[in-house]
């Protein structure tokens, strides 16, 4: 295991003016809030515009991975994490792409963030553990909501009560969403669920285009959840 770098530098894998203007907007927006809430609902506005927006995104990005790809990612066969933009275990950006009637795993992020549909349709289905939230194999998910997805559709990720959840393609052709977290969340070690099961295993996503050097700590129970930390 490894711990994040405390001075990052910013890493822009895709590179684009209105990338670098969205990234510099978060930045100062975290500047003044304290508070992740207060945060994410400042940030409303300008991730609503990134959204709405076209020709910023490369087309790569939007791709399912290629059949040469002999690693994609953790995240299921056939799904595509890109990464656009990262600054240490700080705050990245990336989009994930899945094929037609493809599913992730029920699995959560352990950061802050905002999510929202660029391309295609989705079906997010929401849960919440409701057990002791132990890494003892073991996890007993109550599921709380139903969401049809579609461009410009966005949800919150809050931990520890509004950060599991699964993911479907509804649409006839791929779907494209776009995350913006408070952490690497692609090198971290967190959690997918079985939630038919009841258990409980950690892995990391990965990326489709970026190594992970390490595979960062999961954050412990005591993580503040709370406060911007950027």
Known sequence: MASSNANPEPEFVSDSERLREFVDTVKATANEHESIPALLEALEEPFEALLAADGWL??????????????????????????????????SLFTLVLPPGASTPVHDHLAWGLVGIYGGTQREDFYRRVDGATDDGEAELERIRTEQMERGDYYELVPPNNDIHSVQTTSDEPSVSVHLLGADVGCIERHAFDAAEGTVELFHSGYTNVECEDVLDTPTPEHDHDHVHL
């Open 58 to 91: 490369d087309q790569r990005y939007q791709q399912l991975p290629s059949e040469e790809m002999d690693d994609s990612g953790n995240m299921g066969d056939d799904i595509a994490q890109w990464l656009l933009y990262r600054e240490g275990n700080k705050l």
